[in-house]
Nanobody
Framework: VQLVESGGGLVQPGGSLRLSCAAS????????MRWYRQVPGKERELVAV????????EYADSVKGRFTISRNNAENTLYLQMNSLKFEDTAVYYC?????WGQGIQVTVSS
């Protein structure tokens, strides 16, 4: 299993970013996928979940209404659209499946 995140970077408060996670080594369309994030010194936090067919999603209260998780099963790719970003969204973001983690991608919200 390989998970490779991309799309992170530096953004001002109120801005947007879209993270991508390119997946390989397993049948992507069979599994729910998750995004987590972690701030140094804190536990990794579940941000969003999407079912294998994309029909159902769940979000942490802290990101509801601002983040959208989606997937393209034809391209084996998971997404996280992040809008109205806040300082407290600064973290390393990870995609996750079947006890496998991506390498993580830094998102920094700063003015």
């Amino acid at each position: 299993v390989q998970l490779v995140e991309s799309g992170g970077g530096l953004v001002q408060p109120g801005g947007s970013l879209r993270l991508s996670c390119a997946a390989s080594g397993f049948t992507f369309s069979r599994y729910s996928m998750r995004w987590y994030r972690q701030v140094p010194g804190k536990e990794r936090e579940l941000v969003a979940v999407i079912t294998n067919d994309g029909d159902r999603t769940e979000y942490a209260d802290s990101v509801k209404g601002r983040f959208t998780i989606s997937r393209n099963n034809a391209e084996n790719t998971l997404y996280l659209q992040m809008n109205s970003l806040k300082f407290e969204d600064t973290a390393v973001y990870y995609c996750y499946v079947l006890s496998y983690w991506g390498q993580g991608i830094q998102v920094t919200v700063s003015s």
